[in-house]
């Protein structure tokens, strides 16, 4: 979760409705420059704090998430279905999902009531979830059609995004098959006006506090954004071989995005 609604968060800002009657009594000027500081501080403290703590406890599967997540509009996505619900019907979650979503964010693990009340801490490939929190977004026996379900909606979102980019108007498909043999599907071809060869894009989202991405040259509890930049390479690397240049185009599962495919995206001026 996160993922689809951050794709538009950091390439414009949040806008909150006009007619929002609660604006009226907020701060203007430099009374918000100065709340925001001092809340940037704040944050900044609690982070450093927080990261020592899960250090010093050997917690790298939290430290990692949590890492991963301490960017600019990484928990928009939870709030907003507070905020945009309540105007638009957007955004809803149910109880249960809410609760779940805001654990994970918190970095609690979504099923430790489920594991008090009797329930098995087992995943379906044997892993202990009571101890692994994020275990669930990246394990394919476990919810291998969320998975797919999550990579597809991101990809949508994506599309998305490139055409509502102002005067920027390419031929786009998705779901194409390149390489000589044509046996691999990239999920987004762009053919843009003039150019000699098409942009090959293919979509990942890697959840970095999963065993690999922390085992890593460069870990992923170490390094904020290290997952993606190591999924991003096994994506060129596979299309390598087959004579295909492809540009990655990686989330990590807390919605931040990989460093390239965000400035690529604001070069085009989305």
């Given at each position: 979760?996160?993922t689809?609604e951050?794709?538009?968060?950091?390439?414009?800002?949040?806008?909150?409705?006009?007619?929002?009657?609660?604006?009226?009594?907020?701060?203007q000027?430099?009374?918000?420059?100065?709340?925001?500081?001092?809340?940037?501080?704040?944050?900044?403290?609690?982070?450093?704090?927080?990261?020592q703590?899960l250090?010093?406890h050997?917690?790298?599967?939290?430290?990692?998430?949590?890492?991963?997540?301490?960017?600019?509009?990484?928990?928009?996505?939870?709030?907003?279905?507070a905020?945009?619900?309540?105007?638009?019907?957007?955004?809803?979650?149910?109880?249960?999902?809410f609760?779940?979503?805001?654990?994970?964010?918190?970095?609690?693990?979504?099923?430790?009531?489920?594991?008090?009340?009797?329930?098995?801490?087992?995943?379906?490939?044997?892993?202990?979830?009571s101890?692994e929190?994020?275990h669930?977004?990246d394990?394919?026996?476990?919810?291998g059609?969320?998975?797919n379900?999550?990579?597809?909606?991101?990809?949508?979102a994506?599309?998305?995004?490139?055409?509502?980019?102002?005067?920027?108007?390419?031929?786009?498909?998705?779901?194409?098959?390149?390489?000589l043999?044509?046996k691999?599907?990239?999920?987004?071809?762009?053919?843009?006006t003039?150019?000699?060869?098409?942009i090959?894009?293919?979509?990942?989202?890697?959840?970095?506090?999963?065993?690999r991405?922390?085992?890593a040259?460069?870990p992923?509890?170490?390094?904020?954004?290290?997952?993606?930049?190591?999924?991003?390479?096994?994506?060129?690397?596979?299309?390598?071989?087959?004579?295909?240049?492809?540009?990655?185009?990686?989330?990590?599962?807390?919605?931040?995005?990989?460093?390239?495919?965000?400035?690529w995206?604001?070069?085009?001026?989305?």
């Amino acid at each position: 979760m996160g993922t689809t609604e951050t794709i538009r968060e950091w390439v414009s800002p949040w806008q909150e409705p006009a007619d929002d009657p609660e604006r009226a009594n907020q701060p203007q000027g430099h009374e918000t420059e100065s709340m925001l500081s001092t809340a940037k501080a704040i944050f900044q403290n609690m982070h450093g704090q927080l990261q020592q703590e899960l250090t010093q406890h050997q917690m790298e599967a939290e430290q990692a998430f949590f890492l991963s997540a301490a960017y600019t509009c990484s928990g928009k996505w939870l709030h907003a279905g507070a905020f945009y619900g309540r105007y638009f019907n957007a955004y809803r979650f149910q109880n249960g999902e809410f609760l779940e979503a805001l654990r994970l964010r918190c970095l609690i693990n979504p099923l430790a009531c489920d594991i008090q009340h009797g329930g098995c801490q087992l995943c379906l490939c044997g892993a202990d979830i009571s101890r692994e929190v994020t275990h669930a977004l990246d394990c394919t026996r476990y919810c291998g059609r969320y998975l797919n379900r999550r990579h597809n909606m991101c990809r949508e979102a994506f599309v998305n995004v490139l055409r509502d980019i102002p005067d920027y108007s390419p031929t786009i498909e998705t779901e194409v098959a390149v390489g000589l043999d044509r046996k691999r599907r990239a999920d987004v071809v762009i053919h843009e006006t003039g150019a000699t060869e098409p942009i090959i894009i293919d979509f990942a989202v890697a959840d970095p506090a999963a065993p690999r991405y922390r085992a890593a040259d460069e870990p992923s509890h170490v390094t904020a954004g290290a997952a993606g930049k190591f999924r991003a390479e096994e994506k060129r690397a596979l299309y390598r071989q087959i004579g295909v240049r492809v540009f990655p185009a990686v989330l990590e599962a807390t919605g931040r995005p990989h460093d390239e495919l965000k400035q690529w995206l604001k070069d085009l001026g989305a």
